[in-house]
């Protein structure tokens, strides 16, 4: 019972991140970037946290945020999953771009 209180008064990144997504699922964009804020007031390199800020920069239209984000999350964590997969996803996207632009 004590741990329990304890993450109620003192949550911690990851569950911050998990209610900013049940907030983000609400359609409640702001709340969601408020306690990502409060996230990365915690620990300002948290990976999830970067993403999750990224992702909720880009829903509020705040591109500038999100490449902000995005850029810190790929310089601090170049093996997190997530950055690996979106790597993946911008070489595909570059070489399909570039066939495409071969063949005009």
């Known amino acids: ?3 329990y209180q304890r993450r109620v008064r003192e949550p911690t990144p990851i569950l911050l991140n998990g ?3 049940c907030f983000l699922l ?3 964009a702001e709340q969601a970037e408020d306690v990502l804020q409060k996230s990365l007031d915690k620990d300002s390199g948290h990976p ?3 993403i999750n800020l990224s992702i909720v920069s880009q829903f509020l239209g705040a591109k500038d945020s999100a490449k902000r984000y995005m850029s810190q999350v790929k310089d601090s964590h170049p093996d997190h999953p997530y950055v690996l997969r979106l790597q993946e ?16």
């Open 89 to 104: 996803k911008e070489k595909i996207f570059d070489e399909l771009s570039s066939a495409l632009l071969s063949n005009r």
């Open 48 to 50: 999830e946290t970067l």
């Open 26 to 28: 609400q359609g409640k």
């Open 1 to 3: 019972k004590q741990w």
């Open 19 to 21: 209610q900013a997504v």
